[in-house]
C-alpha cells in the first residue's frame, strides 16, 4: 500500500469521527429541546431547592448570561465561565434567599467518588470570592471554581459538576 | 565453556534519556506555556510539536507511548488536569500511542504531510480519551455532545499546527548537522 494511500486513509478515518460527532451533537441538541423541565434528566446538572428537584441546568439557558472569569493563584491561568450567584439566579427567586443560605455542589472525582463543597448564599455573592460556574475548554465538564481561602485551588474545586442543592433556610 | 549472549535492548541508555528529556518537556510545557487562547486543544500546538520532534529523533514505535505515559506520570504528580490523576495519564499516553499508531502506519512522520496527520491523530486521541474518561465518570453530557465537533475541530487544528511546527524543528535539526551527531553517539 502507498504511503499516499494511507495519508488518505487516516484523512478519511479522521472525516468519518466528524460526522459522527455532528450527528451525536445534532441528536443531542434536539434531545435537550425536548427534556422535561420538572424531572431530573440523566446526563445533565440537576438543581435541588429545598430538597425538591428544580430544574436540569441546560447549556442554552448559560448562554443568556454575561460571561465572567479570574486569573487563577495557583497556575495563573485564566478560569471562564459564568459567576455561580448569577446561574442561581436563573432558578431561584433571590428573595428566597438569606445570606446565610447554603449552597452545595457536589461533583466526581476518579470514577465513583463524590466532591462536595457548602458555601452561603453570602460567599457566592461576594465579588472578592469570584465562585464560577466554569464549563472546561474541551466541552467536556463543568467545575466550580473561586478565589476564596478555602477554594482556591484545584484540590478545593468541584470537578465534574452533577449537582447543585441550595438551602434556603439551613 | 559457555557462551553468554547478550541481549541487545530495544532503546539505548541514550535513547531512553532523550525520551525522558521530551517528557519533562511536555510537562514544562503544560506548566510554563499559557497560549491566551480559550479555544480547546489549543495546548496541542506545542504538546505535538514535540511529539513530532521526538519521534524524530527516536524512530522507534513505542517511543511516543513511553514518553506519554512517562509524561502522564509526572504530570499526575504535579497536579495536572482537573479530573485525577487517572484522567491524566491516560489523556497523556492517548496521545503518545497514538501518534505511535500514525507513525506505524504511515511509515514515518518525518515528511510535512505525516507530521501534520500525526500531530492532528495525536492531539484528536487526547480528546477523544478525556471524552471517554468523562462517561465513564458520569459527567453529564449534555456538555460533551453540545461540544464534541467543535472540540473536535480546535483539537485538530490546533494538533496540524502541532504536527507542522515539529516538522520544522526536525528540517531545522537536520540541516545543522544534529542527526548526524545523535549518530555518532549511538
Known amino acids: ?170 | 565453556m559457555s557462551v553468554q549472549t547478550i541481549r541487545k535492548r530495544y532503546f539505548t541508555t541514550f535513547e531512553l534519556i532523550l525520551l525522558a528529556l521530551f517528557s519533562a518537556l511536555v510537562v514544562v510545557d503544560k506548566i510554563v506555556l499559557h497560549l491566551p487562547l480559550a479555544i480547546p486543544g489549543h495546548s496541542g500546538v506545542t504538546w505535538m510539536a514535540i511529539l513530532v520532534v521526538a519521534r524524530g529523533l527516536v524512530p522507534k514505535t513505542g517511543a511516543l507511548s513511553l514518553v506519554g505515559l512517562t509524561s502522564g506520570l509526572l504530570a499526575a504528580f504535579f497536579g495536572l488536569g482537573d479530573l485525577g490523576a487517572l484522567y491524566t495519564i491516560l489523556s497523556y499516553l492517548a496521545s503518545g500511542i497514538g501518534d505511535d499508531l500514525i507513525a506505524l502506519f504511515l511509515g514515518d512522520i518525518e515528511s510535512i504531510v505525516p507530521a501534520a496527520l500525526a500531530g492532528i491523530v495525536g492531539n484528536v486521541a487526547k480528546m477523544l480519551t478525556k471524552t471517554a474518561m468523562a462517561v465513564l465518570l458520569q459527567i453529564p453530557a449534555s456538555f460533551i455532545a453540545l461540544g464534541l465537533l467543535y472540540s473536535f475541530f480546535t483539537n485538530a487544528i490546533a494538533g496540524l499546527l502541532g504536527g507542522l511546527l515539529g516538522w520544522l524543528i526536525l528540517r531545522a535539526l537536520r540541516r545543522a548537522g544534529f542527526f548526524t551527531y545523535l549518530a555518532e553517539k549511538r
Open chain 1, 1 to 170: 500500500m502507498s504511503q499516499t494511500l494511507r495519508v488518505l486513509i487516516v484523512i478519511g478515518a479522521l472525516g468519518l469521527i466528524a460526522i459522527i460527532f455532528a450527528v451525536a451533537g445534532s441528536v443531542s441538541q434536539s434531545q435537550i429541546a425536548q427534556v422535561p423541565v420538572t424531572t431530573p434528566q440523566a446526563g445533565m446538572i440537576h438543581l435541588y431547592v429545598d430538597g425538591t428537584f428544580t430544574a436540569n441546568l441546560l447549556p442554552t439557558e448559560m448562554q443568556k448570561l454575561a460571561s465572567a472569569s479570574f486569573v487563577d493563584k495557583e497556575q495563573g491561568k485564566t478560569q471562564s465561565g459564568y459567576w455561580l450567584k448569577d446561574v442561581i439566579r436563573l432558578y431561584v427567586k433571590e428573595t428566597a434567599l438569606t445570606a446565610s443560605s447554603q449552597i452545595i455542589v457536589t461533583g466526581v472525582r476518579q470514577g465513583t467518588e463524590k466532591k462536595i463543597a457548602t458555601l452561603t448564599w453570602a460567599e457566592t455573592l461576594d465579588p472578592a470570592n469570584s465562585v464560577l460556574y466554569s464549563p472546561s475548554n474541551d466541552g467536556t465538564s463543568v467545575k466550580i471554581a473561586a478565589m476564596m481561602e478555602r477554594l482556591s485551588t484545584r484540590n478545593d474545586w468541584v470537578q465534574g459538576l452533577t449537582q447543585i442543592d441550595v438551602k434556603t433556610k439551613p
